[in-house]
Structure formats: structure tokens, C-alpha cells
């Protein structure tokens, strides 16, 4: 049986659809929540052993760009995560499996990332 299948490897030439990527920045963004959990953690720890270390990790937070915008990146993280995790629970209880509905609740939970980052935007700058 001889199969001929059309191959195209070029990934920059591949259209993937909506729910592909929905799944991979819900994939993506779950592995920077955990990651920055564990350091969001650690400075908590280091903030909350006395007055002075919080007026630091305070003072460092309002002062420096770059730690204003990895506050950013991970409330970002965290909002997509969420959203994307809702959809998977929307789906679980038998809805929006088909395609489709698929494709529209995927819209909907990458919108609503894009909200949750705005609303990060504001609450962390402004």
C-alpha cells in the first residue's frame, strides 16, 4: 500500500488553528505561573522575616522598571492560565467539544487573557 501524503515540515508555514493556540499558551503560561511561584515564594519568605526586608522588596518593586514587568509578565501568565483553565472545565462537562464551539470558546479564552493583561498593565503601573 503505498501512501502519499502531502509533507510539509516548515513550521512557519503551518495555520494552526485557534484551540492549537490556545493550547500551547495555556501550556506555556502554566510553566511560568509554576516557575515564578516558586520565586514568588521565596520572596515573600525573604519580605515577610521583617519590617525593613519588606520596605526593601517594596521599595525594589516600585523603583526598577524590570521588576515592574515581571510582576507583569506573571500576573499575565496567571490570568491566561486561569482563563485557559476554564475553558478545559467548560470542556470537561461536555461543552464547546465541537469544533466549531471549540474554536469559539478558545477566541473567547484568549480574549479574556488579553483583559486580564490590560487589567495587570493598569494595576501594575498605574
Not at 512557519?12 to 493556540?21: F, R
Not at 521588576?67 to 499575565?76: D, I, N, Y
Request: net charge neutral.
Amino acid at each position: 500500500m503505498k501512501k502519499e501524503r502531502p509533507m510539509n515540515l516548515a513550521i512557519n508555514t503551518i495555520a494552526l488553528p485557534a484551540t492549537a493556540y490556545a493550547s500551547i499558551l495555556h501550556r506555556v503560561s502554566g510553566v511560568i505561573v509554576w516557575v515564578a511561584m516558586i520565586v514568588a515564594i521565596v520572596i515573600s519568605y525573604f519580605a515577610l522575616k521583617s519590617e525593613t526586608n519588606f520596605d526593601e522588596v517594596s521599595s525594589v518593586l516600585e523603583s526598577y522598571f524590570i521588576a515592574k514587568f515581571v510582576v507583569w509578565g506573571f500576573l499575565t501568565a496567571l490570568g491566561y492560565y486561569c482563563a485557559g483553565t476554564v475553558k478545559h472545565i467548560i470542556q470537561d462537562f461536555g461543552y464547546c467539544e465541537e469544533l466549531k464551539s471549540g474554536k469559539v470558546i478558545s477566541l473567547v479564552a484568549i480574549a479574556v487573557g488579553i483583559l486580564l493583561s490590560l487589567l495587570a498593565i493598569w494595576w501594575t503601573w498605574l
